[in-house]
């Protein structure tokens, strides 16, 4: 229930290990162990300066790490991963990518680069409240400014504390170097969430080292976050509303959804009273509209938990708060994967930010400016980066790229995937699955037709590629309690 989770654009996908040849040597690098990854992976970093116009200044470190291919005979193109958030740290979720990417890694290397401000790149990481901190205060938005005034002021202070070099733009040199370094010609890059932000970067400024592109929920450069989450956020939920008024065992077992969602938003704010997920004790707080918009929006990533909804809201239409705070929670018990916030408003508040006045997208009916006037009151006074005018832009693709959307995700919906790859020309070809949520390359078939795509012989034969495997994916039906089951 923790607000700062709520900025959160997590990536979901189970660990698993990949071989490494035990007689290999990598010059530059060190062996190493990453968690998630059974057996040893390769680490290293570049030196790269702090700021780009300095190049004599502070330096930082860019660490990185390959997950080996299998075989001896690998290919040359390794495949970039460029984690979400922003604020995430490749390296952390390794165990997670050598899953989603498990194989391709048959004949790649698999490159995890912890982006400047993140990981073990000048990490940018604000302190964490309490696991047992009271839910009066986890949900009160005072503190979590003062918290980041506080963190901003702590950061600043360090080495590496100018927060002015840490956009999208300046970081992706950084990956340029890294492929130097390996002795790459080319990459095929792969990016998730905030990740296709900075693949889409990679590939404007270094078009040529670019093999295949895969792009998995897409939040292109022109996309104003905060103000795009409040549209995207209520067609997700509107959609749970129509799914379940059209089926008909979900529309007799909670009549009253839609109604009895705009009753609950007319009494807020009200106290309510929630057991503490760790410590079990019954608390009481005040709930208001942006807690409970923050607490509905986290499930809607996931269609499974999206499905718990009906249930959950028809509760709190009662007054009881309990299943929806479990399903808010549901994606935060695993740190790996947790956001620098340090790193998270340096972009944001450089990218982002500062255009939220021009932003045209409609403000959600439920949701309003909640998010954007977080981002906002968040923005203020947090040092800002020059970004340059065509960061925003979108070139023609240099290589075949697949662009991926979920027709459930509340975040990077299919409308940003379509207009990308519009923008992205011929050599872009747009799949959507339209139950899916947020992030799609973790369904089975599609791993399987991500590695056709990046080893197919040439574009036209990746462009061909059958990735439409999962349109026919059904959304999961309204969750039913057995108990409720058992007594019809």
Not at 117 to 146: H, N, W
Not at 262 to 272: E, F, N, S, V, W
Not at 423 to 450: E, F, K, N, S, T
Request: glycine share 8%; charged share 20%.
């Amino acid at each position: 229930m923790q607000i700062h989770l709520l900025l959160a654009a997590l990536l979901a996908v189970a660990p698993t290990a990949l071989p490494v040849q035990a007689a290999e040597s990598r010059p530059g690098l060190a062996p190493c162990r990453l968690q998630g990854v059974e057996h040893e992976a390769w680490c290293g970093s570049v030196r790269r300066p702090l700021d780009p116009a300095a190049p004599q200044g502070v330096q930082i470190d860019v660490h990185f790490a390959v997950l080996p291919a299998l075989a001896r005979n690998r290919k040359p193109d390794p495949v970039f991963f460029f984690a979400g958030g922003p604020g995430q740290s490749a390296i952390e979720i390794a165990g997670s990518v050598a899953r989603l990417l498990g194989r391709l890694s048959n004949r790649r290397d698999i490159v995890l680069i912890d982006q400047r401000g993140t990981g073990r790149s000048a990490p940018l990481v604000c302190d964490e409240p309490s696991p047992t901190q009271p839910l009066a205060e986890a949900v009160d938005p005072a503190r979590l400014f003062i918290r980041l005034a506080d963190c901003r002021a702590r950061l600043q202070k360090l080495p590496h504390g100018d927060l002015r070099h840490y956009t999208t733009a300046v970081a992706m040199p950084d990956a340029d170097a890294v492929r130097r370094l390996l002795g790459a010609d080319k990459v095929n890059v792969v990016g998730g969430s905030y990740g296709t932000r900075a693949a889409l970067e990679y590939m404007r400024q270094f078009p040529h080292t670019v093999r295949r592109a895969v792009l998995d929920g897409v939040a292109p450069p022109d996309m104003v976050l905060p103000a795009s989450f409040s549209t995207d956020n209520q067609a997700a939920l509107d959609a749970v509303f129509t799914a379940c008024e059209a089926d008909p065992a979900c529309a007799a077992r909670y009549p009253a959804l839609r109604s009895g969602w705009r009753g609950l938003l007319a009494t807020l704010p009200r106290d309510a009273g929630v057991a503490h997920p760790l410590t079990g004790e019954v608390q009481h707080f005040t709930l208001t509209r942006d807690t409970l918009l923050g607490l509905v929006r986290t499930p809607l990533y996931v269609p499974a938990l999206a499905s718990a909804l009906p249930l959950a809201l028809t509760e709190a239409a009662h007054g009881r708060f309990e299943a929806l705070a479990g399903l808010a929670t549901a994606l935060s018990g695993d740190r790996a994967g947790a956001l620098a916030e340090g790193m998270h408003f340096s972009v944001v508040c450089a990218e982002d930010a500062p255009r939220l006045a021009q932003a045209t997208d409609p403000p959600g009916a439920d949701f309003g400016a909640a998010f954007a006037d977080i981002y906002r009151r968040a923005c203020t006074g947090w040092p800002r980066g020059e970004v340059p005018a065509a960061f925003y832009t979108l070139p023609p693709s240099p290589a075949a790229t697949l662009v991926l959307s979920g027709g459930a995700d509340p975040v990077t919906p299919p409308r940003h995937g379509e207009r990308v790859a519009q923008a992205l020309g011929a050599r872009a070809r747009h799949v959507v699955v339209p139950q899916a949520g947020h992030g799609v390359m973790a369904l089975a078939c599609l791993r399987d037709a991500i590695f056709r795509f990046v080893d197919a012989a040439n574009d036209d034969e990746a462009l061909n590629v059958d990735a439409d495997c999962a349109r026919a994916l059904p959304r999961p039906p309204a969750f039913v309690p057995v108990a409720a089951e058992v007594s019809r």
